[in-house]
């Protein structure tokens, strides 16, 4: 089990936006760009990035879903207090 997660995300208001932005990706869109064009976090500036995490450190459902994602998957969304949330793992160690 991964102590640690690498993740980027894009934060929208909406579930419907959020499944729009996922469709996106999975018909090749650039999760980075889209980042940029559509997250309502500061992170989405840097393509999404959050760096390096570990548990306890973000809201348990975000947390969850990193936490069980293989490096390189795109989930969501996931619905926390702050939004939808469209997570990518960049890492796991």
Same mark, same amino acid.
């Given at each position: 089990?991964? =102590?640690?997660?690498? /993740?980027?995300?894009? @934060?929208?208001? #909406?579930?419907?936006?959020?499944? +729009?932005?996922?469709?996106?990706?999975?018909?090749?869109?650039?999760? +980075?760009? @889209? /980042? $940029?064009?559509?997250? #309502?976090?500061?992170?989405? $500036? $840097? *393509?999404? !990035?959050?760096?390096?995490?570990?548990?306890?450190?973000?809201?348990?459902?975000?947390?969850? /879903?990193?936490?069980?994602? $293989?490096?390189? !998957?795109?989930? *969501?969304?996931?619905? #926390? =207090?702050?939004?939808?949330?469209?997570?990518?793992?960049?890492? #796991?160690?």
């Amino acid at each position: 089990m991964a =102590q640690k997660v690498k /993740a980027s995300h894009i @934060l929208v208001k #909406t579930e419907k936006e959020a499944k +729009e932005i996922l469709e996106k990706i999975n018909s090749g869109g650039n999760f +980075e760009d @889209l /980042a $940029k064009k559509h997250s #309502t976090c500061p992170s989405g $500036k $840097k *393509g999404g !990035d959050l760096g390096w995490f570990g548990k306890g450190m973000m809201v348990k459902e975000f947390e969850d /879903a990193s936490f069980k994602a $293989k490096d390189g !998957d795109v989930v *969501g969304p996931v619905k #926390t =207090q702050f939004g939808y949330h469209i997570i990518k793992v960049t890492g #796991t160690k």
